[in-house]
């Protein structure tokens, strides 16, 4: 039997320019939609035009899909666990994040409907 030989042909190589461009349509489809934490599993609605969503209104969490805010290009998908808060008077309240996966820091911008509460907590000196 060749089946096994023949299927693994239309395999594309990972990071052949032909699986890059099958892989956008659909991450680009996702970017802002409502989605389901991964960590306190609520329901995370869109955000107003303009923004991307990208971590959870409740627990703060978000997963580590960017390269850049909002392109989906990351291939590590970790959990993003927050880790602290910074204040930019031009852009508001930042949430510092730590990848569970890989390490790496992040920071994204608070959303308006975050849970205050949950932001307070990471504002507390420890
Ligand atoms: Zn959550
Ligand atoms: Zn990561």
Same mark, same amino acid.
């Given at each position: 039997?060749?089946? /096994? ?19 956008? =349509? ?14 306190? *599993?609520?329901?995370?609605? =869109? ?7 990208d971590h959870c #209104?409740?627990?703060l969490h978000s997963l580590h899909v960017?390269?850049? =805010? *909002?392109?989906?290009?990351? @291939?590590?998908?970790?959990v993003l666990?927050p #880790?602290? #808060? @910074? ?8 949430i510092?994040y730590?990848?569970?996966?890989? *390490?790496? #820091?992040r920071?994204n911008?608070?959303? /308006?409907? @975050? @849970? ?7 504002? /507390? =000196?420890?």
């Open positions: 039997m060749t089946a /096994a030989s023949t299927r693994r042909v239309h395999n594309l190589p990972v990071d052949s320019p032909a699986a890059r461009e099958r892989k956008s =349509p659909v991450t680009r489809k996702v970017e802002n939609c409502s989605f389901a934490c991964q960590v306190c *599993g609520s329901q995370i609605r =869109p955000i107003a035009r303009g923004t991307i969503r #209104t409740k627990c960017d390269v850049m =805010p *909002g392109d989906r290009a990351s @291939d590590c998908g970790g666990v #880790t602290g #808060t @910074d204040y930019k008077a031009k852009k508001g309240i930042i510092i730590r990848c569970e996966e890989c *390490g790496e #820091t920071r911008r608070a959303a /308006a409907d @975050d @849970d205050l509460s949950a932001i307070m907590e990471l504002q /507390a =000196p420890r």
